[in-house]
């Protein structure tokens, strides 16, 4: 077994053993042992109903995520190239940075209706001001020296957003995009919650009705481990490629 996962493979396990010591001490069907989430969870695998919300809800998460970091990205750099631009629209974003998720998430509704482009909008309006910052922060760090260089030799825009800005932004927009997965499968299951019929947020609503904690558990324990596969797989390498140059 590779040393690396070691220490993660034994903390897992302390934690099961934990679970299990305090589901026995509790003798109560509200703190269930890993036993009985682990076998709600295989019962809902098989019956497609998990795979089913699990999918419904990664596709609001994708699009999600693609729209707000493409507009974020955009309006970010443009707003760190124009210190006018960002100075007018600066008290806009501290605006939006402090309402509410359920706020923005109940507003939304009641404007465009109980829609599935209402719900992609509420998540991409509360994590947009958080890349827009981000990555408006790494254009005002860009080397001025190397924007002059892209000048003197007549770089174009596209070049100079390719060869000169970007690879200095690279780092702010992972850093943006490990930030905004956490947050913004958080704010999904409140959308779904609050009004659409179906995904993991409307099932645990469900499970929570039917007071069913097993299954509350095991939907939460497979949409985590889905999460954390796409944090290790995808955003991690994305991390250290970015740092590669570091020592």
């Known amino acids: 077994m590779p040393k690396a996962l070691t220490h993660p493979l034994a903390s897992i396990a302390a934690f099961g053993l934990l679970w299990q010591f305090a589901a026995l001490a509790a003798a109560n069907p509200a703190l269930p042992p890993p036993s009985t989430v ?8 098989r019956s497609g109903q998990l795979p089913y919300h699990l999918g419904v809800t990664l596709a609001r998460l994708a699009a999600s995520f693609v ?10 750099i ?3 190239r124009h210190p006018k631009l960002d100075r007018f ?3 806009w974003l501290v605006l939006f940075l402090n309402i509410p998720a359920l706020v ?5 509704y009641v404007w465009f209706g109980l829609v599935e482009s209402a719900a992609i909008a509420a ?8 890349v827009i910052v981000t990555v ?34 690279y780092p702010f927009v ?8 956490a947050l913004i499968w958080k704010i999904i299951l409140v959308v779904e919650l609050l009004g659409r019929s179906n995904g993991m947020g409307y099932q645990l609503h469900l499970f929570f009705q039917m007071f069913n904690v097993p299954a509350i558990l095991a939907y939460t324990l497979a949409f985590v481990v889905v999460v954390q596969c796409i944090e290790l797989w995808v955003l991690k390498p994305l991390d250290r490629h970015a740092a590669r140059w570091r020592r």
């Not at 729209?67 to 970010?76: E, K, S, V």
């Not at 998540?123 to 958080?130: A, M, R, S, T």
């Not at 020296?145 to 003197?152: P, R, S």
């Open 38 to 45: 682990a076998a709600v969870l295989l019962a809902e695998i």
């Open 67 to 76: 729209l707000a970091m493409g507009l974020g990205t955009a309006i970010g």
């Open 78 to 80: 443009l707003l760190g």
């Open 89 to 91: 629209f600066d008290s």
């Open 104 to 108: 923005t998430i109940i507003l939304c």
């Open 123 to 130: 998540v991409v309006i509360n994590k947009l001001p958080n």
């Open 136 to 169: 408006r922060e790494g254009t005002r760090n860009l080397d001025r020296d190397l924007l002059e260089m892209a000048g003197v030799y007549r770089f174009g825009r596209i070049k100079t957003l390719r060869h000169v800005i970007w690879p200095q932004l």
């Open 174 to 181: 992972i850093a943006a995009s490990r930030t905004g997965l």
